[in-house]
């Protein structure tokens, strides 16, 4: 090992079945800088055993004590695969059974991605076209990797579940390791929707004017495609402009920011506009004729993505009228 390597160990409680316990050291194989360190002392966990199929990632429900860990790989230009396979075979070493390894496509894309748990952005990043998802089994004990990267570096995500409850510092870094990142507190209820903007203009008379109105009020739960529960003042307002003129149509247009690859981030843009569709239909009675949803992924931005107050004001839903001419 060179000097200019640092290392991390994330020092696992896992144990043999009526074994002593065991800790397992995952050394990351670049260097690395911690970005979440989060356990539970006993939560179930929904395993990925296969691909997304029928409208599901199939899973296994596991119980027992949970350590979910995140770093960062400073290794511009490291493939996903050069990321798992040191990875993958440390833990196959430590006598853990392969469950499922599969790659983005393969695994099932968005789909798959969002119907497992991966922590949210900044602590770990997933390019929706370029990651690759490994689990193994030891005993009543799972282990989950994933790994994905950006062009400037990597990202590993490691879940435990099992075993003995964790009684040590879950990351324990070596004398040459970086400072880790300080991750943000958790999240333990969804944020309320904010208000929708006060606008001395009707949004109607917006939409006629022409252009796209943002609709400011939305919330999403983070990294899913799923509207929050709530009421909405834009949607309201919308909704209303609809029934007053039902000889008009509009188009709902999902925005993301620029973390990910472009086919994965169309297909989440375009999902939410959807979600947002289906409120205007099941909520507001709108009919399914009179309103259409795409998404363009992070092809039109309206700020930088080079800060996380750019790429907030970039994910967004706008609505545009598609009709040609007004209805009489």
């Known amino acids: 090992m060179t000097q200019s390597r640092t290392i991390l ?43 997304y199929a029928n ?40 006598g853990f059974t392969p469950v499922f390894e599969c790659e983005a496509a393969r695994c099932g894309g968005f789909d798959f991605r969002y119907g497992t748990r991966i922590l949210p952005e900044p602590e770990m990043h997933v390019d929706l076209g370029d990651y690759r998802y490994f689990a193994a089994e030891r005993g009543t004990e799972v282990v989950s990797l994933i790994v994905s990267r ?17 009684t040590v510092p879950l990351l324990s870094a070596s004398t040459m390791a970086r400072p880790a990142v300080a991750a943000p507190p958790p999240q333990t209820t969804a944020p309320a929707p904010m208000s929708a903007p006060a606008t001395a203009e009707p949004l109607g008379a917006r939409l006629l004017r022409g252009g796209a109105v943002a609709l400011e009020d939305l919330v999403f739960a983070s990294g899913a495609a799923a509207l929050a529960a709530g009421e909405y003042g834009s949607l309201r307002d919308l909704a209303a402009w609809l029934r007053e003129n039902p000889g008009m149509t509009v188009a709902l247009v ?42 363009v992924g992070y092809l039109s931005p309206r700020a930088s993505n080079l800060d996380e107050a750019g790429r907030e004001k970039n994910r967004r839903v706008e609505v545009m009228v598609t009709s040609t001419q007004v209805a009489p």
């Open 55 to 94: 409208g599901a990632v199939p899973s296994r429900m596991i119980e027992g004590p949970l350590i979910e860990t995140a770093w960062r790989i400073d290794a511009p230009g490291v493939t996903t695969l050069e990321l798992l396979q040191p990875l993958r075979q440390q833990v196959l070493d430590a």
């Open 254 to 295: 999902g925005h993301t920011d620029a973390s990910g690859g472009l086919e994965g981030n169309i297909a989440l843009s375009r999902k939410r506009a959807d979600a947002v569709r289906q409120y205007l239909i099941g909520q507001e009675g709108i009919p399914a004729a009179q309103v259409e949803a795409q998404g």
């Open 150 to 166: 950006t062009a400037a570096a990597g990202f590993v995500q490691v879940i435990h579940v099992g075993g003995a409850a964790r």
């Open 9 to 51: 160990c994330a020092m696992l409680a896992l144990t043999w079945t009526a074994s002593p316990a065991l800790s397992l050291a995952l050394e990351m194989p670049f260097d690395a800088v911690p970005s979440a360190d989060k356990a539970e002392s006993l939560t179930s966990y929904a395993l990925p055993v296969g691909a």
